[in-house]
């Protein structure tokens, strides 16, 4: 069965700490990994993954694929109030040549406090 | 605010009822999707639609039914609901079914009495 596991569940940190969240996954026909930010509504696109070590940032976040190992990180420098939420991490596939499906992780629950 | 338009944003209905839910984007994407959220929980996909054709139902109950009536539009038609189908329903577009990311929308929050 295709599973997409993220850890840690839950996370408390300081402002100014660095953090660093965890997605692997074992999804058959694999063609990207992407990373949300989910505050009281909408998941908010992070970023998208599809070639293994390349790393993608913006601002004071930055995310990295190994395909090879199957996992992904998200790194957050200088955390921030505003940078509390859920993250989700969900992988794209075609399950048997059809439209892609996105199979989200249970989300880390990150909690920034002053 | 997000480019996916969804209304209501809150509903409370009962067993018997028949309400909608609806969702719009002018992003111009020919993909759009119907996610439910339980609390604390992630996204489950229920539906995908690719050019206005239902290409992905994931065994999702016959008292949700989606509908498609343009490239822009998405509703999901609910009726005889159950308490354990209150939840939050998001809805989501992308380019085409094969492109990503999805961009989602805030989502309905529904109740059920």
């Known amino acids: 069965e295709d599973k997409v596991v993220q850890s840690p569940l839950s996370l408390v940190v300081h402002e100014g700490d660095t953090v660093t969240l965890n997605c692997s996954y074992e999804v058959t026909n694999f063609r990207s990994l992407l990373w949300y930010k989910q505050e009281k509504k909408a998941p908010t696109f992070l970023f998208m993954l599809?070639?293994?070590?390349i790393e993608k940032k913006s601002g004071r976040l930055s995310s990295i694929l190994d395909k090879k190992e199957l996992f992904s990180i998200l790194n957050i420098t200088a955390t921030q109030t505003g940078d509390s939420a859920v993250y989700l991490c969900a992988v794209g596939y075609p399950p048997q040549g059809g439209s892609e499906k996105l199979v989200f992780g249970k989300g880390t629950k990150l909690t920034v406090n002053p | 605010d997000t480019e996916v338009t969804q209304t209501p944003k809150h509903l409370v209905m009962g067993m018997t009822n028949k309400k909608s839910l609806k969702c719009e984007q002018h992003?111009?994407?020919?993909?759009m999707y119907w996610y439910k959220q339980k609390a604390k929980k992630p996204p489950e996909l229920m539906f995908v639609?690719?050019?206005?054709?239902?290409?992905i139902n994931e065994s999702v109950p016959s008292r949700f039914s989606p509908e498609c009536p343009n490239s822009s539009l998405l509703n999901l038609h609910l009726h005889a609901l159950q308490p354990e189908d209150s939840a939050l329903y998001l809805c989501?577009?992308?380019?085409?079914?094969?492109?990503?990311?999805?961009?989602f929308g805030d989502g309905t929050r529904l109740s059920i009495l």
């Open positions: 989501a577009s992308s380019q085409d079914d094969r492109g990503l990311p999805q961009h």
């Open positions: 992003m111009g994407h020919r993909a």
């Open positions: 639609y690719s050019y206005e054709k239902l290409s």
């Open positions: 599809t070639s293994s070590g």
